[in-house]
């Protein structure tokens, strides 16, 4: 059985105190027993990262924390960069790769978010797989078959157990930051046809693990019918994971 799994994608939102009070807020609102069902990160800035594990360490949260991107590079003369090795010192449990605002703001292609999620893997930090498709072509009907190749492409060259370790996250570019959500039943199409993929590729058994997250405008208010979807395994959230009210809640509908 898959564990669902509502992450906060902070973005570059939240200094190191801020990030402070916030994971207390969520900490002190989600009783421990929930975490048993579901597993629950928050993906800040790099700069709160120290903070947030000396507070999970120090209280011994259930909490998990993680990064948004890592180079693919172990380590070297990579100016501004943060390596896997770094993140998985700093106990990460996962780190978004290929974000689109990755793709699109830092031009990271295909094979670029291909490296990342093997380094990732290599430190044994989870990543988690974000891909999915430009309104242009969700309008032109061809957003299964992107999402499907995005998926191929990022996953190149990993084994069946490693391709089990990875997190999909389907996120429509459209519909991050916009307030307009994919309907549960978009959602859930790509969701499957991305499973149906993976079972192609690397067997039933693989496709059945992995879990496959829905990102876009995800809130309280939504959460629950995205989640009901047989193939949506949890959430990627952004805006909503800001305010520890509407977080938790969110979390609480999971
Ligand atoms: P929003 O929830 O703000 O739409 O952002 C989604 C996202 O990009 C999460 O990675």
């Known amino acids: 059985q898959r564990q669902p799994l509502i992450a906060g994608n ?13 994971v207390q807020k969520i900490a002190f609102a989600l009783p421990e027993k929930y975490f048993a069902k579901v597993e629950v990160a928050v993906l800040p800035p790099f700069v709160d990262i120290r903070s947030i594990q000396t507070l999970v360490d120090g209280d011994k949260l259930l909490l998990k924390y993680g990064a948004q991107d890592l180079s ?95 997190v999909i996250a389907y996120e429509p570019v459209w519909a991050i930051g916009t307030g307009k959500v994919a309907s549960s039943a978009d959602a859930q199409e790509v969701c499957a046809a991305l499973r149906a993929k993976l079972a192609e590729l690397h067997g039933e058994d693989v496709a059945s693990a992995v879990r496959v997250l829905y990102g876009g405008s995800v809130k309280s208010g939504n959460i629950g019918e995205l989640v009901a979807q047989k193939d949506i395994d949890g959430a990627l959230v952004g805006g909503a994971s800001l305010d520890a009210d509407e977080f938790t809640k969110l979390c609480a509908l999971a």
């Open 10 to 22: 902070w973005k570059m939102n939240l200094n190191h105190l801020e990030a402070i009070a916030l």
């Open 72 to 166: 693919p590079h172990d380590s070297g003369a990579y100016t501004g960069d943060v390596s896997g090795p770094m993140l998985a010192k700093l106990g990460c449990s996962y780190v978004t790769v290929g974000h689109s605002e990755r793709r699109e703001y830092h031009h990271e292609d295909d094979d670029l978010v291909n490296r990342k999620v093997k380094a990732a893997l290599k430190h044994g930090v989870t990543p988690i797989f974000c891909l999915g498709e430009q309104l242009d072509v969700r309008e032109a009907g061809n957003h299964v078959q992107h999402c499907t190749d995005q998926l191929v492409a990022g996953l190149k060259g990993l084994s069946a157990d490693q391709v089990k370790d990875v």
